[in-house]
């Protein structure tokens, strides 16, 4: 941040205007004062009309002549509206993530329907005739003549009338026209009528009666937002513990003070059965936003949270940005979900942004999740935000029993099948009593790992203890730190010659049932079954329906849906995500085991689960297997502390995209040389360049360094430092990401 000389404005929140900020001076008595978001007052074209503008940007870099920079006139008076604290935001992503402030902007400002027809407005007559012969006869008496003028109108054009006809042809004014609808004469109507995505069906549903520790949750939150304090909450409870009925009373709480909600849920959860539940309790006073909808539908949603019109919104990541003028509070429903963090630029986290956001609105936070983010547990055992804890099921249905099958001990019993002989037994009990079964093939991020199927031995980088990499040529390839050694043809730990890449797709796992079970009717869930529209539902839907057995999928189908007819879910390979070369992959492995386990004995007959691994012993496949988060977390956050991963420290990745390989390998270097002098006397820790694990994509190479420190500051200010090296390379063709905390490493 500089003190600055200039600021850059928008003078209009559209976005065909955002292209072009205007640069003005400020003036001596208002530096400091000015930053992004503020409203100011500036002379605007030829004529220097006084408009309105908004700062996007507080610089020390002219950029157009100095001399014909123009003063700011003054800062705005107007309190901070939706827009002012937008801009702010974008300001503040720029600042924290980097990226453009174009780029901010789009991302923050709601989507506005180009060319959007103007709104049409109408005037509707609401009384019968006999009554307006008598109105027409007062009115007469009281020589209200614009008021006989328009019912005479009105009644001719048999009731309704466009409401510029009234105006301009009738020359009635709006006052009038309102006096009218106090009296519930006329009534001013909206021919644009706003598309509402909800549906209208369900019932109103009234709501539970809380139980004592979910009525403390709501209760201690809204307290303390009513006493003034707007903090951040995480709320852990299993999968059915009730969570969703308490963002409901919060949300009831928030109306009932006059704010508004946001709910943000994982794309993939965004399912009519959870918007449904919002809307049986709300009503139309809730819409939601997410990717199917066309962008006049989102538009115009957006428009109705500007009007007031909805109380809470509804929708992934995005959604955050929901312009409402009375913002109470911000919810966000599994948040350790990787869909939060986006992957454009700016590569924000909803969860930061929505805390940097609420700030702004005197808004609260609150997190929940089954199994929450490393992140979140952390700042609660720190004590940085409040934790409650809901423990107990309501859904009804036990815990399911948990079985580990170590496959090592399978091959060394001669079972080469896929399946082991615990899971092949219990699904032919399944099957002849008729209930159903999942099979969840984990393949989430593996790229290439090399492992050992005698001993489960992982073939890992001597110094960031993430998998290496098989790369053609025979070499094994660290893309964390850029350590190589030549590929093995033995196992290093028992000498077996077992040892290579693990390569299974769901397709083949479907192909194996097939033989070994010909009978069972089985549907399968991957990205290739689902690339249509609407087919992800469908399969679900016909699985619920019971029409199949047996369930195959990967990450997909252990999220969101219930299904009461299952009893059986099968892990086939738990590993396969421990190995993804990511310092994240015991967490996220953990998550899907413990979601893939909670998916068994939903209904009235207790399930089973089995747990296919050539680990046992590693930490997320024990944890998981018990149900304890915090035992996961303990062992969790200890290796995260002795490797400097998040989120005992800060990390931030420096990503270059070119088309030429040389030019983009030559200036991830000279970032490296930049960011090397300026870790000089800091706790920094540079590491890399090398090639990102997928080096190149569609012809695009990819070259990515990391650096690693305690304090967030210090790597925004690396960042800082890398954006004004690269503004001063002329002509440059690479394009340069930057992103904090990675969800996976490159
Ligand atoms: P979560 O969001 O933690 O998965 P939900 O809020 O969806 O949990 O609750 C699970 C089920 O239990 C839902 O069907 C819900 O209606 C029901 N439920 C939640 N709280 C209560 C309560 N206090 N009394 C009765 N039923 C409840
Ligand atoms: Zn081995
Ligand atoms: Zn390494």
Redesign the pocket.
């Known amino acids: 941040m500089t003190q600055g000389v200039y600021a850059n404005v928008i003078v209009d929140i559209s976005q065909e205007k955002l292209d072009r900020p205007f640069q003005y001076r400020i003036p001596d008595e208002l530096k400091g004062k000015i930053t992004a978001g503020t409203a100011v007052i500036v002379p605007f074209g030829a004529g220097n009309r006084e408009l309105a503008a908004y700062v996007t940007e507080v610089t020390d870099r002219a950029e157009i002549d100095p001399a014909k920079i123009k003063d700011i006139l003054q800062i705005s008076e107007k309190r901070p509206t939706v827009e002012t604290n937008q801009i702010r935001l974008a300001g503040w992503m720029k600042e924290h993530y980097g990226s453009t402030m174009i780029a901010a902007l789009k991302t923050v400002l709601p989507v506005q329907q180009k060319n959007k027809t103007p709104e049409r407005r109408r005037i509707r007559l609401l009384v019968g005739r006999d009554e307006v012969a008598k109105l027409l006869e007062e009115y007469n008496r009281k020589h209200q003549s614009a008021r006989a003028r328009l019912v005479a109108g009105l009644l001719d054009a048999d009731g309704v009338l466009p409401y510029e006809k009234a105006i301009h042809e009738l020359s009635v004014t709006l006052s009038v026209i309102r006096a009218m609808e106090q009296k519930e004469i006329v009534r001013i109507e909206s021919e644009t009528a706003y598309r509402n995505p909800v549906n209208r069906e369900g019932r109103h549903r009234e709501p ?4 004592t520790a ?1 009525r403390h949750i709501a209760e201690d939150i809204l307290t303390e937002y009513r006493s003034g304090h707007h903090g951040t909450y995480l ?1 852990h ?12 009373e919060l949300i009831q709480g928030m109306i009932d003070l006059g704010r508004q909600s946001i709910v943000l849920i994982p794309e993939i959860g965004l399912t009519y059965q959870t918007v449904s ?1 919002f809307t049986q309790r709300f009503g139309q006073r809730v819409s939601v936003l997410h990717s199917r909808l066309s962008i006049g539908e989102r538009s115009d949603q957006c428009e109705r949270a500007r009007r007031g019109e909805i109380d809470v919104m509804i929708g992934p990541r995005s959604a955050l940005f929901t312009p409402f003028e009375k913002l109470g509070l911000i919810i966000i ?1 599994e948040e350790q979900e990787s869909s939060y963090k986006s992957e454009p630029v700016p590569k924000y986290h909803a969860r930061e942004t929505a805390e940097e956001l609420a700030s702004y609105y005197g808004a609260s936070v609150v997190l ?1 999740s ?1 199994t929450p983010s490393m992140e979140s547990y952390y700042r609660a055992e720190k004590g940085e935000i409040k934790r409650y804890e ?1 423990t107990e ?3 009804g249905g036990s815990l399911p029993e948990v079985y580990v099958e170590d496959l090592r001990e399978e091959l060394e019993k001669g079972n080469r099948s896929i399946f082991s002989r615990r899971l092949q037994k219990l699904m032919e009990q399944k099957l002849a009593a008729g209930e159903q079964i999942m099979l969840f093939l984990n393949r989430r991020g593996y790229a290439g790992f090399v492992s050992c199927r005698s001993c489960g031995h992982v073939m890992k980088c001597p110094h960031c203890d993430v998998s290496l990499s098989e790369h053609r040529g025979g070499r094994l390839v660290c893309h964390y730190c850029g350590y190589e050694q030549p590929a093995v043809d033995r196992c290093p730990s028992c000498g077996s010659k077992y040892i290579s890449g693990f390569k299974a797709g769901t397709q083949q796992v479907e192909d194996l049932v097939h033989k070994r079970f010909p009978q069972a009717r089985v549907l399968r869930m991957d990205a290739d079954t689902t690339r249509k529209k609407d087919s992800y539902q469908e399969i679900l839907s016909s699985f619920e329906r019971q029409e199949a057995d047996i369930l195959i999928g990967t990450q997909m189908i252990v999220k969101g849906h219930d299904f009461p007819g299952v009893t059986l879910v099968g892990i086939l390979a738990a590993d396969l995500s421990l190995h993804a070369n990511d310092y994240r992959a015991g967490e996220r492995t953990f998550q899907l085991l413990t979601q893939a386990a909670g998916r068994a004995g939903r209904g009235s007959s207790p399930g089973q689960v089995v747990i296919q691994t050539y680990q046992p012993e590693h930490h997320s496949v024990r944890f998981a297997a018990k149900q304890d988060y915090r035992g996961f977390y303990q062992e969790e956050i200890v290796y995260r502390e002795l490797m400097e991963y998040p989120p005992s420290s800060h990390m931030l990745a420096v990503l270059v995209l070119s088309g030429d390989g040389e030019k983009g390998e030559t200036l991830a270097k000279e970032l490296a040389e930049q960011a090397e002098a300026f870790a000089a006397g800091t706790p920094l820790r540079i590491l890399g360049p090398t090639p990102a694990s997928v080096g190149r994509v569609s012809d695009i190479f990819r070259h990515v360094l990391y650096a690693k420190c305690r304090e967030e500051r210090t790597l925004i200010a690396l960042k800082d430092r890398l954006e004004a090296f690269l503004d001063k390379k002329e002509g440059r063709k690479e394009i340069v990401q930057f992103d904090f905390d990675p969800m996976n490493l490159y």
Do not use: C, H, P
């Open positions: 539970v009666v809380l139980s979910q709320i409870g299993i999968t059915g513990s009730g969570k969703t009925e308490v963002y409901m539940r429903d929940g089954a809901l099921r309501l859904t």
